[in-house]
């Protein structure tokens, strides 16, 4: 990983889903990078509008205090978000006026994104659902699993080159998740983020909460753009936005296997 640029964040955003996006206006003669935000926590959560280049929020909608919200995507012209431990999510128009409830028929949510089609959700288990957007009914599932080991805590979600992205809870990995199979085709390491803020007195440890927030650049919509390779990566409470490039270790470089699973799989408990 080699960071890019980074660009300023709301430090009190409890980020929890990220999707990059363009807005212009009536004749298309101007046009900003905005991020799609949801935020989260009791009496905090949100879904905003986000322009990139100045962390401003252009636009918000609050949720009532018994809403904790979690991932969110645009599929077409609707935003969607997903709530945590109670199944509830909702359908938002793009400018954020318009909030139809929706069961999600999931015990939980964590993560969301989609693949043109379906959305694609985690719930904290190693479960991947693909759910219809009309109906909310699952119209498939895998498991995601690495050499057999099971991976839990997909929280944020992103499609990518026609694999499923999605990092770990508690830990500075991205899986690269085959979406036929759920197996694991590779790891990205992210190490430094959060410590450099600190070392730079951006924020203090107390302050920050993990890495949660991961967008693809694109054109317009969620098409990942293979000309830019443009990933953008926050965490809760951070007060920056990462714009990296995904590279490979240099050879003879890559770390063994048995640190991936140190660093990378999640640990053996419940939640």
């Known amino acids: 990983m080699r960071v890019v640029a980074d660009y300023p964040h709301d430090p009190k955003a409890f980020t929890q889903g990220l999707q990059f996006d363009r807005e212009c206006d009536d004749d298309n003669k101007t046009c900003f990078d905005i991020f799609w935000e949801s935020t989260g926590l009791n009496g905090r959560s949100s879904i905003r509008q986000v322009e990139l280049a100045t962390g401003t929020v252009r636009r918000q909608r609050d949720f009532p205090y018994e809403h904790f919200g979690e991932g969110s995507t645009r599929l077409g012209d609707t935003l969607y978000?997903?709530?945590?431990?109670?199944?509830?999510?909702?359908?938002?128009?793009?400018?954020?006026?318009?909030?139809?409830?929706?069961?999600?028929?999931?015990?939980?949510?964590?993560?969301?994104t989609n693949d043109g089609t379906h959305l694609i959700a985690s719930e904290s288990s190693q479960v991947i659902h693909w759910l219809d957007?009309?109906?909310m009914q699952e119209v498939r599932r895998i498991q995601v699993?690495?050499?057999?080991?099971?991976?839990?805590?997909?929280?944020?979600?992103?499609?990518?080159?026609?694999?499923?992205w999605g990092n770990v809870w508690q830990t500075e990995c991205i899986a690269r998740v085959d979406m036929q199979t759920g197996l694991v085709k590779g790891w990205i390491h992210l190490h430094g983020l959060r410590e450099g803020l600190i070392r730079q007195g951006l924020a203090h440890d107390r302050e920050m909460d993990v890495l949660n927030g991961m967008a693809a650049g694109v054109g317009v919509g969620i098409a990942y753009?293979?000309?830019?390779?443009?990933?953008?990566?926050?965490?809760?409470l951070w007060p920056r936005v990462f714009e990296v490039e995904v590279v490979p270790f240099p050879e003879g470089q890559a770390p063994p296997l048995s640190a991936v699973d140190r660093l990378c799989w999640p640990p053996h408990t419940n939640f």
């Open 81 to 112: 978000m997903i709530t945590w431990r109670t199944g509830q999510g909702f359908k938002i128009s793009l400018d954020l006026q318009q909030v139809e409830p929706i069961d999600t028929g999931l015990g939980d949510g964590w993560g969301l």
């Open 133 to 135: 957007p009309d109906t």
């Open 145 to 164: 699993t690495d050499r057999g080991h099971p991976i839990r805590w997909l929280n944020e979600l992103e499609v990518v080159e026609g694999e499923l």
């Open 225 to 236: 753009d293979p000309s830019t390779r443009r990933l953008f990566l926050t965490g809760k």
